[in-house]
């Protein structure tokens, strides 16, 4: 499947782990465009995991899917 985006963005993610997601957080606080590419699901590996230890935000983790 071919898709196109014309659109010029500031920032591209390449996966939607944690990593990235954090990231994507910062950047959109500064009022940053960024673009989001991941082919499986959003989460990365971290969506199967039990929890995600030192996430933004969530002082005690979060566990994967939530």
Partial sequence: MV???TKTHDVI???AGPTSLAA???TAREDIDTL?????I????A???D???NYP???EGIEGME
């Fill in 36 to 40: 989001i590419l991941e082919k499986s």
């Fill in 3 to 5: 898709m196109t985006d």
């Fill in 57 to 59: 935000g969530f002082p």
């Fill in 13 to 15: 993610m390449i996966g």
């Fill in 51 to 53: 929890k995600v230890d």
């Fill in 42 to 45: 959003i989460g990365g590996l």
């Fill in 47 to 49: 969506a199967i995991t």
């Fill in 24 to 26: 994507a957080v910062y």
